[in-house]
């Protein structure tokens, strides 16, 4: 292919700041209100976003996710950018991040813009660098695309409250489930100052939705990782479930600890399985969206940790097998979300469909494709498991063959 | 019966396929004896289309599918959407919430392709600059699977209206120009440009965000399937990613565990916790800076006062007067605290003076511009910087002055009616009255005389219990 003019310099920096930025594991573009551009403006936002390229780890690339820079004064043992790592470094100036995120707008490549960064000269400083590239990119550009920005929790809390005016997201990491960890892990950061600052996001997010203005409409969401520490899987839901309580977090994010180059000698030697990441994910949706709290989840597992062999509604229907089998020409919704291998969407199909026709197995085969599993925990109009249920080996006959699955399918 | 023939035309053929629909409903033919053909450009309906038979109402829900349906390249479309009619209007209305019945459920499964399709189109269409053109304009090839281009359309145009854009497909083309957009002939490949000077960087963006430590093609593909690959430009760097991630991960775990660089830069990291603002002017600055949160103010208008003045009051926003000259309290409310405050025994240029909100908040009703309350999240976005300055200021004694005052400076909205008097604004002694204006808004002269008179008392006190012992620098306020 021929060459074609492209600032070398320009590329070289992206390739560095992307690398460096792919650890945070959030993309999505959702939740902002449908918008469309102006005459003489560009983009908009579909409400659900979309992901305009999947890299081969199976991951959606949406937005163009990247640090403003990644040095960084901070030491946060997990991170390739903190500033006892080795790593190659490079930093973006202003209308670098605001060329390349509206020049790769126009050519459909994304949705927008996630902007992070490493902490330079000192928070507040880092946060208006950030601020700067929104407010060009929307004054100066006309763009209604999506921005999610990361804010730094030590800035000043009047920048977190500017930074709400222009960004559809903003998320502050947690990072590590509990205080402690945190203060081994990442020696500049401190937890409360972290809560304070979703606290006051979370209070914002509020009232301007009451009052019909613009702060953060997308909400906030936030990451922790996972496998860096010892904390179990049970104490990461909970984290979890305070933040959706309290903060009202719209996704918490959970990223397995992976392999970094140049990685710190504080931290274990092994990643965690990357089914543990996928089990959490699991776990969470049934803390959002299926009625279960976290310690129903936990006891499908052992020691607080979650059952990497089974799925986390399966592990929990078969210590609870007393509770089935299920009829779904009857059973309450509360109860039909219970079934292992029936998502809330085929549930919901069932109790309209129910409605006006007697279910039969091959219907229910239709709206699901996790009947394996379901079969042994239902009744139909022609199907019963009698016995399958108090057979010892029913968890074997479940198990599936480790394959690789896809994370946020 | 003889079979009675539809002929629609190529593609998705909504308006064909409706005006047919009413006129079998009419003339109630039940769907074995129809078939439906499809032509590059039919005759319509053998010139029988003359007469159009009235609209039928059909549920939202069959509308919506048939919307879809008929974008399926599947040729029995037309003949399954048609079964699917009759059966609803013959007794069967409710028939779509039966997601389990075979028809409603290949339907839908057409549906959700036709979705599918729609969104990947949405997704993986990659323009290229026209080069040379003189003004920017792009275009794209893109194949989409179903006939789905002017379905999909509209969705560039609410995302691309500033720019002139074609999208060239093998199905037919579409092309916006700034105000219009207009469908043409299928096109070729070669139509569009063959490359693009962003490319590179965006197959290096797409290059470095692939983490190979979590390498899973499978994933990949469910979501972003082979046959769209050719007309992606990253999508050329996949199989080198795929084929050397494990050796990279080997690399990284093999370099584990290296000792941290020893990268202390004490006099950096203390420089930058120390990042507060030390000043008026600073804060100032900064506020002047962020520009007013509701638009359409002059300028920021900040405090006003000795910096560490004995008593700090505290109002709602400028008003137009104080907004036209930059300073707190100047208009005819400031002009009456003035007053008061002199008959109170309290010198102006000994207090500080400052705002709940430092932007003036207006409507405009011909010439004049009418003050409009802050809403509650508008004083909270102002309040980090009135905490700020007050803490640079530390006074004695502060005054809210009004109901939003009060807001600003406990962060709760409370009537003043039940605060006035005495209070505690987190570490700072404070005490709450009303807010000048009120005075003036009093309908009659008789309760007004009465309020300035509370108000006046107020000051007094407020005099009192900022006059502190010089000698202890204890305020009087335990001697009550
Ligand atoms: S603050 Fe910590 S997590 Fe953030 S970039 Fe710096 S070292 Fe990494």
Redesign the pocket.
């Known amino acids: 292919m021929k060459e074609l003019p492209v600032d070398e310099k320009l590329a070289k920096k992206l390739r560095i700041l992307a690398d460096a930025a792919k650890y945070d594991a959030s993309c999505a573009s959702s939740g902002a209100p449908k918008r469309k551009a102006d005459p003489d403006g560009l983009g908009s936002t579909t409400g659900a976003g979309i992901c305009h390229a999947y890299t081969p780890d199976g991951r959606c690339v949406s937005l163009l996710k990247i640090?403003l820079t990644?040095y960084?004064?901070?030491?946060?043992a997990?991170?390739?950018?903190?500033?006892s790592s080795n790593v190659k470094r490079a930093k973006f100036s202003v209308d670098e991040v605001v060329t390349l995120t509206i020049e790769f707008y126009k050519r459909n490549y994304i949705e927008g813009l996630f902007l992070s960064?490493?902490?330079i000269r000192s928070p507040d400083y880092t946060m208006e660098q950030m601020l700067l590239v929104v407010k060009k990119l929307r004054r100066d550009h006309g763009f209604r695309g999506y921005v999610h920005l990361k804010s730094i929790p030590e800035a000043s809390p009047w920048l977190i409250e500017e930074a709400g005016l222009w960004a559809d997201r903003l998320s502050i990491?947690l990072?590590l489930p509990t205080e402690a960890s945190l203060g081994r892990l990442?020696p500049?950061?401190d937890g409360a100052s972290i809560e304070g600052a979703m606290a006051q996001m979370h209070e914002r997010i509020l009232e301007s939705k009451q009052e019909r203005r613009h702060f953060s409409p997308a909400g906030q969401s936030t990451q922790m990782i996972v496998g860096a520490d010892d904390t179990t899987d049970a104490d990461v839901l909970r984290t979890s479930a305070k933040l959706y309580g309290h903060y009202d977090m719209r996704r918490v994010y959970y990223s397995a600890f992976s392999p970094i180059p140049d990685s710190s000698s504080v931290l274990p030697l092994k990643p965690p399985p990357l089914m543990r990441e996928n089990r959490l994910y699991q776990a969470d949706w049934l803390l959002r969206y299926y009625g279960f709290d976290v310690d129903e989840i936990a006891s499908g597992g052992e020691k607080g940790m979650l059952d990497l062999e089974v799925d986390p509604k399966l592990a929990w229907a078969l210590k609870n097998r007393h509770l089935f089998p299920v009829d779904v020409n009857v059973a309450e919704r509360e109860m039909l979300l219970r079934v292992p291998g029936l998502g809330a969407r085929a549930v919901d199909k069932i109790v309209v469909a129910r409605k006006h026709t007697t279910l039969r197995l091959e219907d229910v085969a239709r709206l699901t494709s996790g009947l394996k599993r379901a079969r042994p925990f239902l009744i139909t109009a022609d199907h019963h498991p009698q016995g399958r249920l108090d057979r010892l080996d029913l968890r074997e006959t479940l198990v599936e063959k480790p394959e690789q699955l896809s994370l946020f399918a | 019966m003889t079979l009675h023939r539809i002929t629609l035309r190529d593609g998705a053929d909504l308006d064909g396929f409706r005006k047919a629909v009413r006129r079998l409903v009419h003339e109630e033919l039940a769907p074995q004896h129809v078939v439906f053909d499809v032509e590059a450009a039919p005759d319509l309906f053998g010139g029988e289309a003359a007469g159009e038979a009235s609209p039928i109402s059909l549920p939202r829900s069959l509308s919506e599918m048939i919307g879809r349906v008929v974008c399926h390249r599947d040729p029995e479309r037309y003949a399954l959407l048609y079964q699917l009619v009759w059966r609803v209007l013959n007794g069967e209305r409710e028939l779509l919430d039966i997601a389990t019945d075979p028809l409603v459920h290949r339907l839908e499964l057409m549906a959700r392709a036709v979705r599918r399709d729609l969104h990947k189109m949405h997704a993986f269409v990659r323009f290229r600059r026209i080069r040379d053109a003189e003004l920017e304009r792009f275009a794209a090839w893109f194949e989409p699977e179903h006939f789905i281009l002017e379905a999909a359309a509209p969705f560039f145009v609410d995302r691309f209206r500033s720019l002139d854009w074609t999208i060239l497909t093998p199905i037919g083309s579409a092309h916006w120009d700034r105000d219009k957009l207009t469908y043409g002939p299928p096109a070729r490949r070669e139509d569009a440009p063959a490359e693009d000077e962003f490319e590179d960087s965006w197959r290096g963006y797409y290059e470095s965000v692939f983490n190979p430590a979590r390498v899973n093609p499978v994933a990949m593909r469910a979501e972003m399937p082979k046959k769209y690959w050719r007309n992606m430009p990253e999508a050329v760097a996949i199989p080198g990613l795929i084929q050397t991630a494990s050796q990279r991960v080997e690399r990284m775990i093999e370099q584990e565990a290296t000792m941290p660089a020893k990268r202390t830069p004490e006099r950096a990291l203390e420089a930058m916790w120390d990042q507060e603002p030390k000043t008026l002017e600073e804060l100032n600055a900064i506020i002047a800076k962020a520009g007013p949160l509701v638009p359409g103010a002059t300028q920021a208008v900040f405090g006003e006062g000795p910096a560490h003045a004995d008593i700090a009051f505290v109002g709602e926003q400028p008003g137009d007067q104080e907004d036209l000259q930059g300073r707190p309290f100047v208009g005819p409310a400031g002009k009456l605290l003035t007053r008061a405050l002199t008959e109170a025994g309290i010198d102006r240029s000994h207090t500080y003076l400052t705002n709940a909100v430092k932007h003036f908040k207006f409507e405009q009703r011909g010439h004049r511009r009418i003050h409009s309350k802050p809403t509650t999240g508008e004083v909270k976005h102002y309040r980090p910087w009135l905490m700020k300055e007050l803490e640079l200021v530390r006074p004695k004694l502060v005054v809210a002055l009004g109901a939003t005052a009060l807001l600003a400076l406990t962060g709760k909205a409370t009537p003043i009616t039940r605060s006035r008097g005495r209070a505690k604004f987190g570490a700072w002694e404070g005490y709450v009255t009303v807010h000048p204006s009120y005075l003036l808004r009093l309908p009659d002269e008789e309760t007004k005389r009465e309020a300035y008179a509370a108000f006046l008392a107020d000051l007094r006190r407020i005099h009192d219990l900022a006059l502190a012992d010089p000698d202890t620098g204890e305020l009087p306020l335990a001697a009550e």
């Open positions: 640090l990644n960084c004064l901070f030491d946060c997990y991170c390739v950018n903190r500033r960064s490493g902490i990491n990072e990442a500049e950061k």
